[in-house]
């Protein structure tokens, strides 16, 4: 029995989701012809600060954000869980649900991969999925930038699209990502000073953020460009 496409998997606080998190899954399902990608919300991330905002909230956003995409599935398991989160967890947690066969293509950022490997147990993630990581235009990975032993997994996993649906784990590949210079700090930050944030971000997770009265506390100091834009 032929195993179904690859699917791809995308982890994030999303506080709030935007449109950088949006263009990103949507330009990596495209280029890596991935039968679909699970949006996975954390609850409370291992490897970085507490999400200001609960996690019923920020699923119910990333829930009307990506309603009417096909392609895009939500997944809350994680959410709601006062345990910290850490991606081998979440893998773990997937091939037992899916089996060993189905690709598994974890989706990330150029930034992100650059410090792959201050994850948890970071080189037994690529035992059980695929990492693909989005490259700016003009910002490609430099083998020689990266610390020693990723770029000795870099050299030795490196692949194309088209071997994602090969095996179920293993490669690393790379996909063209539009730049959109917006961070959910920037969006918090904004709300939080009374500016405006249309365009940013959906009308649905917009008028949410309205009406629950999300990011109005103290203000946080705005920063457009985080990283690769999608934190």
Same mark, same amino acid.
């Given at each position: 029995?032929? !195993?179904? &496409? !690859?699917? &791809?998997?995308? /982890?994030?606080?999303? #506080?709030?989701?935007? %449109? &950088?998190?949006?263009?990103? +899954?949507?330009?990596?399902?495209? +280029?890596?012809?991935?039968?679909?990608? @699970?949006?996975?919300?954390?609850?409370?991330? &291992?490897?970085?600060? *507490?999400?200001?905002?609960? !996690?019923?909230?920020?699923? =119910?956003?990333?829930e009307r954000a990506i309603a009417g995409n096909p392609r895009f599935q939500l997944d809350s398991a994680e959410a709601h869980s006062a345990?910290?989160?850490?991606?081998?967890?979440?893998?773990?947690?997937?091939?037992?649900?899916?089996?060993?066969?189905?690709?598994?293509?974890?989706?990330?950022? *150029? #930034?992100?991969?650059? =410090?792959? #490997? @201050?994850?948890?147990d970071w080189q037994a993630l690529f035992g059980l999925a695929h990492f693909a990581v989005g490259e700016r235009s003009g910002y490609p990975? $430099?083998?020689? =930038?990266?610390?020693?032993?990723? +770029?000795?997994?870099?050299?030795?996993? %490196?692949?194309?699209?088209?071997?994602? $649906?090969?095996?179920?784990?293993?490669?690393?590949?790379?996909?063209?990502?539009?730049?959109?210079?917006?961070? =959910?700090?920037?969006?918090? /930050?904004?709300? +939080?000073?009374?500016?405006?944030?249309? %365009?940013?971000?959906?009308?649905?997770?917009?008028?949410?953020?309205?009406?629950?009265?999300?990011?109005?506390?103290?203000?946080?100091?705005?920063?457009?460009?985080?990283?690769?834009?999608?934190?």
């Amino acid at each position: 029995m032929t !195993p179904p &496409g !690859p699917l &791809g998997l995308f /982890g994030g606080t999303f #506080d709030p989701v935007h %449109y &950088g998190h949006l263009r990103l +899954a949507e330009e990596a399902a495209e +280029a890596l012809g991935l039968e679909s990608v @699970r949006w996975i919300p954390s609850g409370n991330p &291992g490897h970085r600060a *507490t999400p200001c905002t609960p !996690p019923a909230h920020r699923v =119910a956003m990333v829930e009307r954000a990506i309603a009417g995409n096909p392609r895009f599935q939500l997944d809350s398991a994680e959410a709601h869980s006062a345990a910290p989160g850490f991606t081998i967890d979440t893998l773990r947690r997937l091939r037992t649900e899916l089996g060993p066969e189905w690709p598994l293509v974890f989706i990330i950022g *150029t #930034d992100q991969f650059v =410090a792959l #490997d @201050r994850w948890r147990d970071w080189q037994a993630l690529f035992g059980l999925a695929h990492f693909a990581v989005g490259e700016r235009s003009g910002y490609p990975i $430099r083998t020689e =930038a990266l610390p020693p032993a990723l +770029a000795a997994e870099y050299g030795q996993r %490196y692949g194309k699209s088209g071997d994602l $649906r090969a095996s179920p784990s293993g490669r690393i590949v790379v996909f063209p990502m539009t730049r959109l210079a917006i961070s =959910a700090s920037f969006i918090r /930050g904004a709300i +939080a000073s009374g500016a405006s944030v249309r %365009y940013l971000l959906p009308p649905e997770v917009l008028a949410y953020i309205g009406q629950n009265r999300l990011y109005t506390g103290g203000i946080e100091r705005p920063s457009m460009d985080s990283g690769n834009g999608h934190s």
